[in-house]
């Protein structure tokens, strides 16, 4: 069957199924499980109603299930075992304790990825919810501010791989005393008068060209999520420091943004998480060569280059510990909230 | 708070000059792309594409005819033609000379005098050769030209990335590819989410409070996990590597965040709306079609928006999931890190690659951008 005929039966079927589910469970345990009638119907309604919440909760907690939860649960027990081809051909999982912990820790491949996603994890959040700040601050005072923002936000809505191509042809570098046609190396050269570098495989610097693409895109979230919280700062708090004689930069810096001091801080986690997750970028710009190596690159290596499952899933569970404050931090904000 | 800049107009202007040069700064990347996607290879890789914009000057050495195409009118001898003939050119002439040492010795239109020779070069190229005596040798007269050539653009890129079939350059397989996963990963998770905020939202039973916790929780587990146990149990189960293993795939990873912004949202529809249903007799199945959904369309906009824009963006889960040692299942962002490989020195290939996939989010996003904003303050500001 052709894949988009193939695509279309799964969209009828998917939304068709699910719809029908819900419609045939509902009329299921109103009709013929609990019908509200007859002697018991008082008790029938209200037991039909203790049920009803979860046919309306089983698919989606299925699949959360089975595609979220699972896996964390797996992956810390792939991560502890190694994959063994046995005599006959079968593979069997071997328990090895820590095993594949100790040799990853003798990688120094994973100890540059982790200085490398440290060095992300500091650069990348600081800088875009810097720039998203001044953005928010500057385009809220001018008339054609919307259109400002939605320009400064559209990388957002460009792929990881598309950026990569976008910033490799900024930083390309051609042969000596032919033209450049990479803006940095075309200012480069004729400002030094130096031979073209390239960029990417300069050690160390070239993990900040990397960052500098997610901060392109991310600065776009940081700038329209900050912008909104600026407008619901309290005027009087503003006018109260211009009568006291503030000046501009004394008002935004001791007046708005200790304000908006929490929205800072969900803009930073929330980049922080992606940040930790980062793979697309790396893998289309560099692939982790030249010292450019992250976590979530080195993952992808240790499972489907080197085919090491057990190494594979140890470095995905480092990824998981890393998320887990982010993560128990949201949830404890959750369930205050709900109180 | 406008009136603080209002007050200062020197302060206004810096502000209008910073988000000028902010602006520039966050389009300049993506513009380079779109200019290069309508060069010529031999365009691009000769000059940055911010020149493509303005004419270029270039000086170019070329010849008069012939002295065999001379005609003679009265007591002279004429030689007539173009001097871009060969070229097929729409350049025009700005100075031009008889020496190499001097470009700049004649405007267009003036005469230059030599051996009893006149000639007479227009700014279109046209020029006229005249002599007293019957001009010898086999070749024509050499003239030194400054010439503008006007900026120029072409669609062959696009021919060849979008038309020619090329099984390198084609993105259009890759395109309906990128379709097919994308369309139904959109709205699978949002029927199946939409079941379940409400019930999250509107319905009383215990442990509701710990499941949207697990929701939130799993909002931020990195898919990296998931990547080796689904695989196996994909492989285990008989899907495989295809599309029915992504559209689960993506559905499940995009079920927390479908289900929290979906669930945020029905909260704060009016109570007294649902509560009069209720009190009407409508089942909570009629309250959740009937009512609910169509309140939400904001909400669903939004997510759907998120999805979209991931799963058409998304390269991991591809790789994963979905593309097989055939390659049939390419989507466009592995087409492009492909080429990156193949041809990482074709820019316009590349360029033109690039911008096909980045075009339709594009569009989506000016388009919806309303119901992303929103989706995105009810994401994340608590």
């Known amino acids: 069957m052709h894949p988009a005929l193939a695509g279309l039966v799964t969209i009828v ?26 002697p018991q119907a008082g008790r029938n309604i209200n037991r039909a109603n203790q049920i009803r919440p979860w046919l309306f909760l089983f698919p989606a907690l299925f699949a959360l299930g089975l595609y979220l939860a699972y896996p964390v649960v797996e992956t810390i027990r792939l991560s502890l075992t190694e994959r063994v081809t046995q005599a006959d051909g079968t593979t069997v999982y071997e328990f090895v304790w820590f095993a594949n912990y100790v040799q990853m820790s003798a990688d120094p491949k994973f100890w540059e990825a982790m200085f490398n996603n440290m060095l992300w994890l500091i650069v990348v959040p600081a800088l875009s919810t810097a720039f998203g700040l001044l953005a928010a ?34 930083y390309d570098a051609r042969p000596p005393d032919t033209n450049q046609i990479g803006v940095v190396n075309a200012i480069y050269v ?8 390239q960029l990417l495989t300069v050690p160390f610097w070239n993990n900040f060209f990397l960052m500098i693409v997610l901060i392109w895109i991310q600065t776009g979230f940081a700038m329209v999520i900050l912008s909104a919280a600026l407008r619901g700062i309290p005027e ?98 959750a369930r205050r909230e709900m109180r | 708070m406008d009136n603080i800049a209002g007050s200062k107009p020197t302060l206004t202007w810096a502000v209008h000059i910073s988000v000028v040069a902010l602006v520039l700064l966050w389009l300049f990347p993506t513009i380079g792309l779109f200019v290069s996607s309508f060069r010529t290879a031999d365009q691009i890789s000769s000059s940055g594409w911010w020149k493509a914009l303005f004419p270029t000057e270039q000086n ?42 001097d470009l700049s010795a004649y405007q267009p239109g003036d005469t230059a005098e030599d051996d009893g020779m006149r000639l007479t070069v227009e700014a279109d190229g046209a020029y006229r050769l005249t002599s007293g005596t019957e001009m010898e040798g086999r070749r024509g007269e050499r003239v030194f030209v400054v010439a503008e ?60 409070a710990l499941l949207i916790a697990f929701v939130v929780g799993l909002l931020v587990v990195p898919l990296q996990l998931a990547l080796i146990p689904l695989l196996k149990l994909h492989l285990g189960i008989g899907i495989g590597k295809g599309y029915l293993g992504t559209w689960l795939a993506h559905t499940g990873f995009g079920l927390p965040l479908a289900i929290y912004l979906l669930r945020n949202y029905m ?71 492909e080429l990156l490989g193949t041809r990482g020195g074709n820019w316009e290939i590349l360029a033109t690659a690039a911008f096909v996939s980045i075009a339709m989010p594009l569009l989506v996003f000016f388009a919806m951008q309303k119901y992303l904003v929103r989706g995105l303050l009810a994401g994340s500001v608590k």
Not at chain 2, 84 to 97: K, L, M
């Open chain 2, 60 to 101: 170019m050495t070329l010849r008069t005819a012939a002295p065999e195409t001379q005609v003679q009118e009265g007591d002279l001898w004429v030689i007539e033609g173009n001097l871009f003939e060969e070229e097929n050119s729409d350049a025009t002439i700005a100075t031009w000379g008889t020496s190499s040492r």
């Open chain 1, 13 to 38: 079927i998917g939304v068709g199924g699910c719809l029908a589910y819900f419609w045939l469970s509902n009329q299921f345990l109103d009709k013929v499980l609990f019908p509200a009638k007859g």
């Open chain 1, 190 to 197: 004729s400002l030094t008068g130096n031979d073209p570098v």
């Open chain 1, 137 to 170: 601050q500057l385009t809220d005072r001018i008339w054609w501010g919307n259109v400002a923002k939605s320009l400064i936000f559209m990388p957002m809505a460009i792929s990881f791989v598309g950026a990569a191509v976008i910033w490799k042809l900024i």
């Open chain 2, 267 to 337: 909260v704060g529809l009016p109570r007294d709306i649902i509560e009069n249903a209720r009190v009407d007799g409508a089942t909570d199945f009629q309250i959740f079609t009937k009512i609910i959904l169509p309140l939400s369309f904001p909400a669903l906009a939004s997510f759907a928006i998120f999805q979209f824009l991931w799963t058409w963006n998304d390269l991991l889960v591809a790789k994963v999931f979905l593309i097989d040692a055939t390659g049939q299942t390419t989507v466009m962002t592995n087409q492009i890190v």
């Open chain 2, 149 to 208: 050539t006007p900026p120029d653009f072409t669609l062959a890129n696009y021919r060849q990335v979008l038309l020619s079939g090329d099984s390198t350059d084609s993105m259009s397989k890759a395109f309906f590819n990128t379709l097919t996963v994308t369309i139904p990963a959109t709205i699978i998770p949002i029927v199946i989410a939409a079941f379940a905020a409400y019930a999250l939202a509107w319905m009383d039973f215990p442990g509701r």
């Open chain 1, 236 to 333: 009087e708090t503003v006018e109260a420091a211009i009568v006291d004689g503030a000046n501009p930069f004394q008002i935004f810096f001791k007046i708005k943004v200790p304000q908006i001091a929490g929205t800072i801080v969900v803009v930073w986690t929330t980049i922080t998480l992606v940040v930790l997750k980062i793979f697309d970028i790396v893998f289309a710009m560099t692939n982790g060569q030249w010292g450019t190596q992250v976590l979530a690159n080195y993952m992808f290596n240790q499972l489907f280059v080197a085919r090491d499952w057990g190494v594979g899933s140890a470095s995905a569970m480092v990824i998981m510990l890393l998320v887990t404050p982010i993560l128990v931090w949201n949830v404890r904000n």
